[in-house]
């Protein structure tokens, strides 16, 4: 299924989130390297506190799973339709 931008809640979700939840959810497309330290993420160059995950996690817009038993954030299908409206 490919996300869509003209996802029905993605202009007002994208609307309702504020600048750092919006660099977030950019940065976690588009850095592979991602690394769960201390109180919060390492991903890519950006340090994401757990409180800004957190609050994606509870948007279902991020979901944390494990590669080859490292923790990494990923992006949902409504997690892309939103970083596809971000862009727009």
Known sequence: MVPSADYRGAADTARSLTRTQQEALRA????R???KVCKG???G??????KIVERLERLELVEESFVRGEPVLQL???GQAIKARLLH
Not at 45 to 50: A, I, K, Y
């Open 28 to 31: 976690i497309a588009f850095f």
């Open 33 to 35: 390297r991602q690394k």
């Open 76 to 78: 949902t299908i409504v």
């Open 41 to 43: 993420w390492l991903v």
């Open 45 to 50: 160059d950006r340090r994401l506190s757990e």
